[in-house]
């Protein structure tokens, strides 16, 4: 019997031993045990040389400590949550106050689900092929804002903009993207492999990039994504560490023909995540993020191989998570086509895009080892009327 009295805590349910996720409460690195919070600072002297990180109040200095630091701390977190005696100085807290867990340096989306890219294509060039001739040679992306990147929870403000006309008002078409990210760390350095990538990966969490469409849809050519992206991007505020999800890695789709060398990858690095897309209490959408046609390691090793760098605290979005059927699409433009069919919600409310005090909730989880289950935090969002 472990000393974690938490029902929650059990390798069946997403906030296992096996998945320990890291947060931010009450100003100090916590690890999520359940439904319940343990605070490192008062622990900490039982992660030896790691002491100062697990003691930060921030999860940016054990990020830029490199692969080898993330080994050790979660491997001492299996030992001292599977011990029958508490540590000493160890307590639970709530996880209520959970905070962005850290500093994001940059911040770049992607656009990697070919489902998404091609029903995306057909809505706003309905007279052009679908994908563009360099989709499916390159991970396309677009650098975000890290200064919106906001912690779950956090509401969002119906952002103004100039629409089609051109007009100027609050934009009436927002929408959701149900995306999974990824949170670099390890040293600062470019041109990284796709071999390399798990050692500038600390872990995962789920992110909703809030999209305003009329926005999106008058400015996006030719430079692509910008005011219609930047107001607001929603992230998870528990961190599941990548080693979590050993069980879960999967191949990318079948490619028609082949990639460049420096995408090539040694190793399979799609992930077989479940999403699951709640608007208002109603489950819309259950996509699938092992349809996505490339992985984080290809990504990042995009990304770098002009000469940018990556450093900790960066974080990279996967794009929409779409699939082939109608129940998983990972965004309300395509479960409505453009506004064309409305998504009937629980008690008969029809939406084509999100009113003002929707509240959207993204959750997924993964298989985990010997048949457990690993969770990815949630990140949700309610739209307050447009300043």
């Avoid at 349910?13 to 947060?23: A, E, I, K, N, V």
């Avoid at 200095?61 to 000493?88: H, I, K, M, N």
Wanted: glycine content about 10%; some cysteine; proline content about 8%.
């Amino acid at each position: 019997m472990t000393w974690v009295e938490d029902e929650a805590f059990s390798a069946d349910q997403p906030f296992g031993p096996q998945t320990l996720p890291y947060g931010v409460v009450d100003g100090q690195i916590a690890v999520r045990v359940g439904d319940q919070a343990l605070p490192l600072r008062p622990i900490a002297s039982s992660f030896g040389e790691h002491a100062d990180l697990v003691a930060a109040d921030t999860l940016n200095p054990l990020l830029a400590a490199g692969r080898q630091a993330w080994t050790d701390v979660r491997a001492r977190l299996v030992e001292l949550t599977q011990a029958s005696a508490a540590p000493r100085g160890a307590a639970l807290i709530p996880i209520d106050n959970a905070v962005l867990p850290f500093q994001v340096a940059d911040y770049v989306d992607f656009f990697s689900s070919k489902y998404h890219a091609e029903n995306a294509g057909r809505i706003f060039r309905p007279n052009d092929p679908p994908l563009q001739p360099n989709w499916t040679h390159l991970p396309v992306g677009y650098h975000g804002r890290a200064g919106t990147v906001v912690v779950s929870g956090t509401p969002v403000i119906r952002p103004h903009g100039q629409q089609r006309g051109p007009v100027f008002g609050p934009s009436e078409r927002l929408d959701i993207e149900a995306e999974v990210g990824f949170v670099c760390g390890g040293p600062v350095t470019s041109r990284v492999s796709t071999s390399a990538a798990a050692d500038h990966v600390f872990g995962v969490v789920l992110v909703n990039d809030w999209s305003a469409r009329d926005i999106q849809g008058w400015e996006y050519v030719p430079l692509g994504p910008f005011l219609g992206k930047s107001f607001a991007t929603s992230v998870s505020a528990w961190v599941t560490p990548l080693d979590a999800f050993s069980a879960a890695r999967v191949h990318t789709p079948p490619r028609t023909h082949a990639v460049q060398e420096y995408l090539v990858e040694d190793q399979p690095w799609g992930l077989d995540l479940l999403l699951r897309i709640d608007w208002n209490g109603t489950i819309v959408s259950r996509p699938k993020f092992s349809d996505m046609f490339y992985s984080f390691a290809q990504q990042l090793a995009h990304m770098t191989v002009n000469g940018a760098t990556v450093r900790p605290g960066d974080l990279f979005a996967s794009g929409t998570v779409s699939g082939p059927e109608r129940n998983q699409l990972g965004c309300f433009l395509e479960m409505s086509w453009g506004g064309r069919d409305k998504i009937t919600l629980a008690g008969g409310e029809q939406r084509t895009f999100l009113e003002d005090h929707d509240t959207v909730r993204i959750t997924a989880s993964a298989p985990g080892p010997n048949g457990s289950v690993v969770g990815l935090a949630e990140v949700v969002g309610t739209v307050l009327p447009a300043s």
